[in-house]
């Protein structure tokens, strides 16, 4: 009868602590809402198209656009942002580069709940690849995150605003050439 108890015992342990890696397993929920800055152009504005807000920037090629947002972590476990993952979404004029808190941190801590603030560098370039007045966009980002100190997991997080700005006319694009652009 001893035997019995503690063989269930024994299996009721493992499925409390089997449901708990799989509540800790979850993925990470992010999302981003709210106040935004920019620096690292001379010119931005913002407006809304339908559902759509987007931020409009002047392009200086070679620049980098430093772009901070709010990130709110959705999630029941605190997580840590490790920065950029390795794969990025595809953009023609903006290369992403870096990823610190508006501190100059690497990493931002979130408890369940916590919102903090990150800023995304974008250096600007390709305009001789693109036909003048063509444009590139950035509508989100893809964070490195570790949950409870453990897992492991790149996320992606919609950004609350649509980054898009244009490639300028040949005299403000210096490495155009009368072939470099297609038509257009």
Same mark, same amino acid.
């Given at each position: 009868?001893?035997?019995?108890?503690?063989?269930?015992?024994?299996? +009721?342990?493992?499925? +409390?602590? /089997?449901?708990? &890696?799989?509540?800790?397993?979850?993925? @990470?929920?992010?999302?981003?809402?709210?106040?935004?800055?920019?620096?690292?152009?001379?010119? *931005?504005?913002?407006?809304?198209?339908?559902?759509?807000?987007?931020?409009?920037?002047?392009?200086?090629?070679?620049?980098?656009?430093?772009? *901070?947002?709010? &990130?709110?972590?959705? /999630?029941?476990?605190?997580?840590?942002? +490790?920065?950029?993952?390795?794969?990025?979404?595809? =953009?023609?004029?903006? *290369?992403?580069? /870096?990823? =610190?808190?508006?501190?100059?941190?690497?990493?931002?801590?979130?408890? @369940?709940?916590?919102? /903090?603030? +990150?800023?995304?560098?974008?250096?600007?370039?390709?305009?001789?690849?693109?036909?003048?007045?063509?444009?590139?966009?950035?509508?989100?980002?893809?964070?490195?995150?570790?949950?409870?100190?453990?897992?492991?997991?790149? &996320? =992606?997080? *919609?950004?609350?605003?649509?980054?898009?700005?244009?490639?300028?006319?040949?005299?403000?694009?210096?490495?155009?050439?009368?072939?470099?652009?297609?038509?257009?």
């Amino acid at each position: 009868m001893l035997r019995k108890a503690l063989v269930a015992l024994a299996v +009721l342990a493992l499925l +409390l602590v /089997g449901g708990g &890696v799989a509540v800790a397993r979850s993925t @990470p929920a992010l999302s981003s809402h709210g106040r935004t800055a920019v620096a690292g152009t001379d010119a *931005t504005t913002v407006f809304t198209i339908a559902d759509r807000t987007v931020r409009q920037i002047r392009y200086d090629d070679g620049g980098t656009l430093r772009y *901070t947002f709010p &990130v709110t972590n959705d /999630g029941r476990l605190p997580l840590t942002v +490790l920065g950029l993952a390795d794969e990025q979404p595809k =953009t023609r004029l903006f *290369t992403y580069t /870096g990823l =610190t808190t508006t501190d100059g941190a690497r990493t931002l801590h979130l408890g @369940p709940g916590e919102t /903090g603030r +990150l800023t995304l560098a974008l250096k600007m370039g390709g305009c001789e690849s693109l036909s003048a007045r063509a444009g590139a966009f950035v509508t989100e980002v893809n964070l490195r995150t570790e949950q409870a100190g453990v897992f492991d997991d790149d &996320v =992606t997080l *919609t950004l609350p605003e649509e980054v898009h700005t244009g490639s300028p006319r040949e005299a403000f694009c210096p490495r155009s050439t009368a072939t470099s652009r297609p038509p257009g």
